[in-house]
């Protein structure tokens, strides 16, 4: 069966280089057949199960304290300091995973991009505390693309790190730009991927996400935040830019705010390129990879079977369903603004998505309808037999007790 990561790099061949269906099979060592089944597929294969812990999860720890102090170590020295017994090769490969994180940072220079090339990303804390409702405010992520030719800046606040929510943050703005760059720069964020055995391994959905588009992603290594400069310094001009002196009602008010600013953001002299991002930013979109005709998929989707307290759980937050189909396997799907519910293809529920946690979201109409049921339910008798029953005469009952003769 053909890989999310084969799916992908086909598709990346294709679009972004536009090799021919012939060039890509021998590239790839496959058939023809195999690459145009993987280019008539708008969706990615069939995710493959998620690997379980492994046995050297035990000694990381005492791992990671040995390479913090003495960070050239070998891996046999390692073994023997922590008392290690099981096999060689699974305990190296997680040293040489945790190595590069103990080592000090490799500088890099200066790189010139061109147009169209890449774009940086990265997930920004913003040290501004945002009212979530329900009495609960916190620091969602921001997330934050700087294209490496223009500079053009973008970013959105999303709910959460995770990778629903970060995809859906990541085509909001990658659908706003209208194209899409041939290469994104990430750090080992968890939603996107992780080095494994000294190489980077992106996650599932990240793959997919990518083949979708047909583009590339580059994870940096560990402890290399020179790597990608341009977002790390676009973070640090939002915080002393952007978010001083300002006051935010909510999610929603913090990225109107946002966008407005970049407005002008975009419209400032830069003083490496010697102009503005706006002067270089068509040029930099005419040489960018056009978007799919189908979208990627993105967002929450789960399925499930509704239960009789007739509500769904989505992140950390429960959202009531109409209970008419309690019992039914039903379909969530999320972004960051509306939550909606499905059965049979046959919408069932709709919510404002909830940014603060633990809270139950009830729709008034839903729960009018569970107690029109209960009481329709209670309110049910079983059919009574329509039988005939004798009538005895009242001087039947005289004479048995002996009442038939009247004393005066």
Not at 140 to 146: A, F, G, R, S
Not at 252 to 279: I, S
């Amino acid at each position: 069966m053909l890989s999310v990561e084969d799916w992908a790099e086909i598709r990346r061949l294709r679009r972004s280089e536009g090799m021919a269906i012939q060039a890509i099979a021998r590239r790839l060592r496959m058939s023809r057949n195999t690459v145009k089944k993987a280019l008539a597929s708008d969706e990615p294969p069939r995710y493959r199960r998620a690997a379980k812990g492994s046995i050297v999860d035990a000694v990381e720890p005492q791992i990671r304290a040995l390479l913090a102090e003495f960070p050239e170590m070998p891996s046999t020295v390692l073994m023997e300091r922590v008392g290690w017994t099981r096999g060689k090769t699974v305990f190296c490969d997680r040293v040489q995973r945790l190595r590069p994180l103990f080592r000090r940072p490799d500088p890099c220079q200066r790189t010139d991009y061109l147009p169209g090339e890449l774009a940086q990303c990265d997930l920004w804390f913003p040290p501004a505390d945002v009212p979530l409702g329900f009495g609960q405010a916190d620091r969602p992520p921001v997330l934050v693309m700087v294209s490496g030719y223009s500079r053009w800046l973008s970013a959105v606040m999303i709910p959460s790190r995770q990778s629903p929510d970060l995809l859906v943050g990541h085509w909001t703005l990658i659908s706003g730009w209208g194209r899409t760059p041939k290469v994104l720069v990430w750090d080992n964020e968890s939603a996107v991927g992780q080095w494994r055995a000294g190489r980077p391994q992106l996650t599932e959905a990240m793959n997919g996400f990518r083949g979708t588009l047909g583009i590339k992603v580059i994870q940096c290594r560990p402890a290399d935040p020179e790597a990608k400069g341009l977002v790390e310094r676009a973070n640090g001009y939002l915080e002393t830019s952007f978010l001083p002196g300002r006051r935010f009602g909510s999610p929603a008010d913090f990225n109107l705010q946002l966008t407005n600013w970049l407005v002008r953001a975009n419209q400032r002299r830069h003083r490496v390129l010697g102009c503005r991002p706006v002067d270089r930013w068509d040029a930099d979109r005419a040489a960018m990879v056009e978007l799919p005709p189908v979208a990627p998929t993105v967002g929450w989707r789960s399925a499930t079977r509704l239960p009789r307290d007739y509500y769904v759980r989505l992140d950390a937050n429960d959202y009531s369903v109409h209970p008419s189909v309690v019992g039914r396997r039903v379909e969530v799907t999320a972004d960051c603004e509306r939550v909606e519910v499905f059965c049979d293809g046959r919408l069932v529920a709709h919510h404002d998505r909830c940014w603060a946690r633990h809270q139950t979201i009830t729709d008034p109409r839903h729960r009018q309808a569970a107690a029109d049921l209960r009481a329709a339910a209670r309110g049910q008798r079983p059919a009574t037999a329509d039988a005939q029953v004798q009538q005895r005469a009242l001087a039947d009952y005289d004479r048995l007790f002996g009442l038939d003769e009247v004393t005066v």
